[in-house]
DNA sequence: CTAGGGTGTTACCGGTCTGTAACTTCTAGA
DNA sequence: TCTAGAAGTTACAGACCGGTAACACCCTAG
């Protein structure tokens, strides 16, 4: 075989970088197949030559969102090797950062209430990552030295879904302002419990 | 006049209760108004000379889901009455009741992850709905004699919100199952910071 | 130069959506 | 009983949806 598919322009990342966005800004039921392909400049053909379907191309785009997360907790790694606990108040900031700066919600949380059909098939995809982004979380919170790791983790897990949630639904300047607040508070209050 | 909208059969009510019900089940763009009527019994016409659109709809059963909620904060009252801690437990209490027996989350949050455009009519209601539900959450932390009250009010809020999108993405089995841990935990916690 | 695969273009299919028009049927009240 | 208004019925308009077929066009590897 050749080397694969080439290093050329490749209309389908641009596809599939296209419909994230589309997605994430209007809502999947939002956007039709025809308006992300005209935003990527293509057509609708060769959209279907890459996917199978609108589902298909949904799923791939929340693989993606969970890649670039994969990408964020290297970067926690990164810059403070080692250090799980400053890893932690990484995790906070980063989440605060996309609080203020983006908006709506997250991906993975919208695509789960739009697609409201319990057997469609990114249900599953989306609770797999889910679940791993949770398994690491605890993990981080565990390694931190903190007693009760998976309470604050799905402590920590909830505060930050219902911040992006409820910016949607009561705005900016709702409860999700005071999230930092509670974040910190609360990793300040479980780290004295497991002192003691 | 006569008598007004008398109290014979109501074909309005029963659009707007069959509406509430399958907006819940299946989001605002899961389900026409076709099928609606078709389960409330009626048909089109009758739905487009009670409500002016679709979105007029959404609205309305948007308010209806407020006043819903507004009975509940009532029966609290009712059932505790004075005793604003025991008000406040029992509002925890129906809060978790909701998340077990419900599956999907709120329709306000829902709606307004669901209608992403900025000025759609309906996203004031939201709007005035949730800040007010988050006014009296407030109230009753302060009358409870809790010290920070908007806070704990925020906090709880943020983690109910979270935990009804939690239960959709990642599942019955996830962080949410910890909700009521987490807000009694709060709870105790905030009234030890007050007493001391 | 040539062959072939990826791409672009156009047109189309069948279905569903919101919303409306015109007409008939029912029902309640005087 | 007669009448007015509410409700039901059918048909339709116009738009958009996801998905496909047929065909012309590159552009590169050999």
Redesign the interface.
Known sequence: MEDGTAERIRPRDRILETARDMFH???I??VGVDAITEAAGTNKMTLYRHFESKDDLVIECLRATACSANAMWQKFEAEHPGDKLAQLHAWVRMAADCLMMDG???D???A???L??TDHPARRV??EL??AQ?DRLVGLCRDAGIGQA??L???L??????????L????AE???A??V??AEGLIT?FRGAAAR
């Open positions: 800004k209007h809502g039921k939002g709506r919600g997250c993975m949380a919208n789960a209430i739009e409201s059909e989306i609770k889910k679940q949770r998976e309470l983790a799905d402590t897990s909830l505060l930050l879904e219902g911040a992006r949630v409820s949607q639904s009561v705005g709702g409860p999700s005071q999230f607040r509670m209050s």
